[in-house]
């Protein structure tokens, strides 16, 4: 009997990231069938993994969702009724494998009998033959598999792991992500940087609307949109109200940042964190009702009492109805001013936009170079989460150039580092000689041309870092930078 496991599943039992299972895979080091693994393929390719403690795994995850701020224990536990039929298809897979295994053991009794029956007119040398034939299928069934104790400790973390979360595959883009705890579809979606299509994420628009290839989901929030008779026929669901039973395959569109709206919305101050006298965060909570749908990487425009700025998002797609803004104090820019003495908790904040295509290409497995100038961290430090969340990139190096504001989230960053292998910080001190800074930089990356390069800060900054990095070997087509060149672009 084979047991295949999904290669999303094997990431997290073998406590290794997406990017270096993709290589083992394209190296020929670990063998797949359908995008599954077999258990006995995966004990081969992992002999020294420790199957009996998942100690390092859940280590691991507990910083990162410290680093990332997430509310780990609103989110847990699965929805009882999602948890109740995950337990009840369990229930059927056990009983199922114990109907199968009682059905073997009487096919070996009837066997034992055949062979007395066939013994009894038999040849000397057939009766031996039959004799060797009856030891040999009793010595190994008495025989436990020296892999035995390995194999019971891979299933039972597997079956662990598929109570406590499913596997969603999407069509056609190939995306994957894992829905963890009481998350719907698209709240784990874009917990996991997959950027889908929706509207209000709370049931009303129907633009979430996706179709069910494979698997089972359930619905866990009441929606007002109404699905028509034939869409529901056709297994067509809204994944703001949905979680997956099992593991699924969907059929649902995932947007560029062409393809996201243009959108206006009040948000409330949810606070305001000043960092140092020239830089402030501003914390902005959207409505229940309506989330803002936009990219890692894309700005927005805010007014208030009068002031208004555009402005890259610092935050992550995947923090709900939170948004963050940080903002350079500068005397020429109102709302920053607005930012340092006049906004209060609950003000309301317009928020138009999202802005931009300074975004992650997401189907890059690259490795990434960041540059981040001053406060251009803002829109860096979203793609950083963003690329995270995704976990695909070979590693990650972010170079932070200080200015007068200095390293204002610098425990952020190493907090980043402590928890991702693949993930590296470089600060460097604020100097008046930016070209030789950079000069620095580049000289570390002989091999420019495997890269892609996110750059943020003021258009001299950038044009410097470009033509440096271009003149080291990087490809064109691999440098982003933001403020870019369209003209909603922000500095
Ligand atoms: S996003 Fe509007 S109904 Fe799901």
């Not at 609103?74 to 039929?85: F, G, N, T, W, Y």
């Not at 056990?94 to 013994?119: F, G, N, P, R």
């Not at 000289?443 to 943020?456: E, G, K, T």
Request: proline share 4%; aromatic share 6%.
């Amino acid at each position: 009997m084979s047991h295949f496991l999904p290669l999303s599943r094997v990431t997290r039992l073998v406590g290794i990231s997406r990017h270096a299972l993709q290589e083992m895979i394209r190296c020929g080091t670990l063998d797949t069938f359908d995008g599954m693994v077999e258990l006995n393929e995966l004990l081969r390719a992992f002999p020294d993994a420790k199957w009996e403690d998942d100690a390092e795994l859940r280590r691991v995850t507990e910083i990162k969702e410290k680093a990332f701020g997430k509310r780990v224990f609103e989110r847990a536990m699965p929805d009882k009724e999602v948890l109740s039929a995950r337990l009840l298809e369990l229930g059927n897979e056990y009983a199922a494998t114990k109907a199968l295994l009682m059905h073997y053991s009487q096919v070996l009794s009837w066997l034992d009998e055949k062979i007395d029956e066939i013994e009894e007119d038999q040849s000397k040398e057939t009766r031996h033959a039959l004799h060797s034939l009856r030891a040999f299928i009793v010595r190994h069934l008495a025989e436990i598999p020296p892999d035995a104790a390995k194999i019971q400790a891979v299933i039972a973390q597997e079956r662990i792991l598929k109570i406590m979360s499913a596997q969603v595959t999407i069509r056609p883009s190939g995306h994957e992500f894992t829905v963890e705890g009481n998350d719907t579809l698209l709240e784990a979606a874009l917990r996991a940087g997959v950027s889908l299509n929706y509207g209000c994420s709370n049931g009303n628009c129907g633009e979430c609307r996706a179709r069910l290839i494979s698997g089972e989901v359930k619905k866990v929030h009441a929606h007002d949109y109404v699905l028509s008779q034939a869409e529901k026929d056709a297994g067509v669901f809204l994944m703001c109200s949905c979680a997956a039973v099992n593991d699924v395959v969907i059929e649902a569109g995932v947007a560029g940042a062409q393809d996201i709206p243009e959108q206006q919305l009040a948000a409330r101050v949810k606070s305001v964190e000043v960092f140092n006298p020239q830089i402030a965060a501003l914390h902005l909570l959207a409505p229940r009702s309506q989330r803002l749908h936009f990219l890692a990487g894309q700005s927005i425009r805010l007014s208030a009492l009068g002031a208004s700025g555009e402005y890259p998002i610092a935050s992550c797609p995947c923090e709900e109805r939170h948004i963050e803004i940080q903002i350079l104090r500068k005397p020429d820019d109102a709302f920053s001013e607005l930012l340092f003495g006049g906004l209060k908790v609950h003000d309301s904040v317009e928020v138009e936009g999202p802005y931009g295509e300074f975004v992650l290409e997401d189907a890059s497995t690259r490795p990434l170079i960041f540059v981040a100038f001053g406060v251009g961290f803002a829109p860096i430090k979203s793609l950083v989460q963003h690329a995270m969340s995704l976990d695909l990139a070979e590693s990650m190096d972010m170079h932070w150039l200080a200015d007068d504001a200095g390293h204002y989230q610098d425990n952020l960053c190493r907090s980043w580092a402590d928890a991702l292998d693949n993930f590296t910080y470089i600060p460097h001190e604020q100097t008046t000689d930016t070209e030789t800074a950079l000069a620095n930089i580049v000289s570390d990356y002989p091999d420019l041309h495997r890269f892609d390069v996110y750059a943020a800060g003021t258009p001299e900054q950038l044009q410097s870092a470009k033509r440096l990095f271009l003149k080291q070997g990087l490809p064109e087509q691999h440098w982003r930078a933001s403020p870019d060149d369209s003209p909603r672009s922000v500095g």
